[in-house]
C-alpha cells in the first residue's frame, strides 16, 4: 500500500524558516513528487516537484527563489525547505506521488504551516 | 498559466439525482503526445485530496461506476449518475498538460 507521511509543519514567525518532511512507503521511490498546498478554507494549489534523481525541479512563480524541493532516494523522503516565509504561506501542504505527468495518483495526510508573529 | 473555471461553485443535491460538474481551461489541454492531462479529485471534510478520474474519463481504483468523466480540448464535466451521501465534498478538476499545472476553484456538493 502506498503511504505519504508528512512532517514538520508549526508555527513560524514572518520571514523565518522550516523544513517539510515527507516519508514515502508502499512503492519504489523512483517516481517524480509534488508538493500541493491549500490554504485555509481555500482551494488547492500546487506548489513545486522534482524528478526521480533531483535533477529537475521546478516552482510556482510565489515560492521560487524562497522555497527548495529536494528528496534523498536512500531514505525514500521527499522534504521541502521554506525560506523566507510569509503569512500567504499559511497552508497544509501535501505531498503526492507524480504517476506521469502532473497526475497525483495518491496523496498525503498533510501538515500544517502557520506563519504569524 | 492556464486558468481551470468550474462551475457551478456550489451544487445542492437530492440523493439519488444526478449531477455534473463543468470545468473549462483557457487553453486547450490536448498534449503533443496525444494525452489529455485532465483530472478530478474529491476531498472530503478534514481529508486528504483523493483522486477519482485521470486523463479525463479513467476512474481510479475502487471508485464507483456512478462517477464518470468526459470532455477534450477546453471543456470537460465530471458526472454522478446517482448521488449518494458519501459524495458530498469538495470537487476539483486539474489541468497537468501545461507547467505550472493548475486547479479549479472547486465545486462544492452538499445534500439538499
Known amino acids: 500500500e502506498v503511504q505519504l507521511v508528512e512532517s514538520g509543519g508549526g508555527l513560524v514567525q514572518p520571514g523565518g524558516s522550516l523544513r517539510l518532511s515527507c516519508a514515502a512507503s508502499g512503492f519504489t521511490f523512483d517516481y517524480w513528487m509534488t508538493w500541493v498546498r491549500q490554504a485555509p478554507g481555500k482551494g488547492l494549489e500546487w506548489v513545486a516537484n522534482i524528478n526521480h534523481d533531483g535533477s529537475e525541479t521546478y516552482y510556482v512563480d510565489s515560492v521560487k527563489g524562497r522555497f527548495t524541493i529536494s528528496r534523498d532516494n536512500a531514505k525514500n523522503s521527499l522534504y521541502l525547505q521554506m525560506d523566507s516565509l510569509r503569512a500567504e504561506d499559511t497552508a497544509v501542504y501535501y505531498c503526492a506521488r507524480d504517476a506521469t505527468w502532473h497526475n497525483f495518483d495518491h496523496w498525503g495526510q498533510g501538515t500544517l504551516v502557520t506563519v504569524s508573529s | ?112
Not at chain 2, 481551461?25 to 476531498?43: D, I, K, R
Not at chain 2, 446517482?82 to 476553484?105: K, N, S
Open chain 2, 1 to 112: 498559466d492556464v486558468v481551470m473555471t468550474q462551475s457551478p461553485l456550489s451544487l445542492p443535491v437530492t440523493l439519488g439525482q444526478p449531477a455534473s460538474i463543468s470545468c473549462r481551461s483557457s487553453q486547450s489541454l490536448a498534449h503533443s503526445n496525444e494525452n489529455t492531462y485532465l483530472h478530478w479529485f474529491h476531498q472530503r471534510p478534514g481529508q486528504s485530496p483523493r483522486r477519482l478520474i485521470y486523463k479525463v474519463s479513467n476512474r481510479d481504483s475502487g471508485v464507483p461506476d456512478r462517477f464518470s468523466g468526459s470532455g477534450s480540448g477546453t471543456d470537460f464535466t465530471l458526472t454522478i449518475s446517482r448521488v449518494e451521501a458519501e459524495d458530498v465534498g469538495i470537487y476539483y478538476c486539474m489541468q497537468g498538460t501545461h507547467r505550472p499545472p493548475t486547479f479549479g476553484q472547486g465545486t462544492k456538493v452538499e445534500i439538499k
